[in-house]
């Protein structure tokens, strides 16, 4: 059975940081692009971050600078380390593993930036 899992969302003060983590199981982790997403109470799901198997990665615009994407291959994780967190960030985020046409997703985890 596929499980993504995340954690280390929280409440924290704007400029804080966070780091956010996604353990995976049933898969070989190492085969799969990772991404991170995110969805703002009333918004769309978007796009954050992705890391290829070969650790090439990829940030939103509105991330770049400010969050970095990272895998442990060995131990089935991936990262998301959010630095300078501003209001705006503040959404349910979720870890996507891709295969091909395959994609199997985290529950989710709550990040609230406030003051």
């Known amino acids: 059975q596929v499980q993504l899992v995340e954690s280390g969302g929280g409440l924290v003060q704007p400029g804080g940081s966070l780091r956010l983590s996604c353990a995976a199981s049933g898969i070989t982790f190492s085969n799969y692009v990772m991404d991170w997403y995110r969805q703002a109470p009333g918004k769309q799901r978007e796009w954050v971050a992705t890391i290829l198997t070969n650790g090439v990665t990829n940030y939103a615009d509105s991330v770049k600078g400010r969050f970095t994407i990272s895998r442990d291959n060995a131990e089935k994780t991936v990262l998301l380390q959010m630095n300078n967190l501003k209001p705006e960030d503040t959404a349910v985020y979720y870890c996507?593993?891709?295969?091909?046409?395959?994609?199997?997703w985290g529950q989710g985890t709550q990040v609230t930036v406030s003051s």
């Open positions: 996507n593993a891709r295969l091909l046409s395959i994609n199997y």
